[in-house]
């Protein structure tokens, strides 16, 4: 199942959504997911489900991927469905013991399901086609108003940037761990749930020093390099907007106006 992980991997390709601006995909981002939210019965749900599917098309992502970076999250999504399927008010279809199903209930567990599994989807989109270099470029122009208040600009998209870049990197580390403690007899999937928290102990502590280790070697690494923060820093690559990314901009906030709208009027 730790293979299927797939946030922060990033798929090299030459579509047009990989050739967006990464400032435009993370505001698109932003704007989905505020269209996501205002999504509210099965037409607006539509509309934004067949956008994302476009968006997938065009990246030329293999749906498999999608779907399999899905699995880990699959009791999260399950079980937020049934939550919402046994505690909505509403007349009653389905009754027995303290459980009552309703019309309403139903209807919000669907929806509940397709807006995680969308969320989680728009926004694996967005590492899928844009380098871990282009999306720290992103960030920090975008969050360059925060500057004139003493932020650290900089520093902060790369961390978020080395965090997000390392996490595929983790997953194979504990993959790697988990593999030589089954080789020597140790069971993770068998016993009470205590018990199995206690076969974890064995993985989390090389972990932990696996990735401190790798966090020295990479401080090193920019020190020998003369790494000392964003002040007088250059690009190989300057950011610059092209006509596809007004097109997309205007299209995201049409989206987000129509489902809006849309909404409103009860579809």
Same mark, same amino acid.
């Given at each position: 199942m730790l293979r299927d992980i797939t946030l922060g991997q990033y798929f090299p390709g030459d579509t047009v959504v990989h050739r967006l601006d990464p400032r435009t995909k993370l505001v698109l981002v932003v704007v989905y997911i505020v269209t996501l939210f205002c999504a509210k019965h099965m037409v607006t749900y539509a509309i934004t489900l067949g956008a994302l599917m476009g968006v997938i098309i065009a990246s030329?992502?293999?749906?498999?991927?999608?779907?399999?970076?899905?699995?880990?999250? $699959?009791?999260? =999504?399950?079980?937020?469905?049934? $939550?919402?399927?046994?505690?909505?008010?509403?007349?009653? !279809? =389905?009754?027995?013991?303290?459980?009552?199903?309703?019309?309403?209930?139903?209807?919000?567990?669907? @929806?509940?399901?397709?807006?995680?599994?969308? $969320?989680?989807?728009?926004? @694996?989109?967005?590492?899928?086609?844009?380098?871990?270099?282009a999306l720290t470029d992103g960030i920090e122009q975008l969050l360059q108003p925060l500057k004139k208040i003493k932020v650290p600009v900089h520093e902060l998209a790369m961390m978020?940037? !080395?965090?997000?870049?390392?996490?595929?990197?983790?997953?194979?580390?504990?993959?790697?761990?988990?593999? /030589?403690?089954? /080789?020597?007899? /140790?069971? @993770?999937?068998?016993?009470?749930?205590?018990?199995?928290?206690? /076969? $974890?102990i064995p993985i989390l502590v090389p972990l932990f020093i696996s990735a401190f280790r790798r966090a020295d070697e990479l401080a090193v690494a920019m020190e020998c390099r003369c790494y000392h923060g964003g002040e007088g820093r250059t690009r190989m690559k300057q950011l610059k907007f092209a006509a596809r990314d007004h097109v997309a901009l205007i299209g995201g906030f049409l989206l987000m106006a129509l489902v809006i709208v849309l909404g409103r009027a009860g579809l």
């Open positions: 030329k992502i293999s749906i498999k991927v999608i779907l399999g970076s899905m699995k880990p999250l $699959l009791f999260i =999504i399950i079980l937020t469905g049934i $939550l919402n399927l046994f505690y909505s008010q509403g007349e009653p !279809i =389905i009754s027995f013991w303290i459980f009552t199903i309703t019309e309403e209930g139903v209807w919000n567990a669907v @929806f509940m399901v397709l807006r995680i599994s969308m $969320l989680i989807c728009g926004t @694996f989109m967005l590492t899928y086609t844009t380098s871990p270099i978020m940037c !080395i965090a997000l870049r390392f996490i595929p990197t983790l997953i194979e580390e504990t993959d790697k761990i988990m593999s /030589a403690q089954k /080789a020597r007899g /140790a069971d @993770f999937e068998t016993g009470s749930l205590l018990s199995r928290a206690k /076969a $974890l």
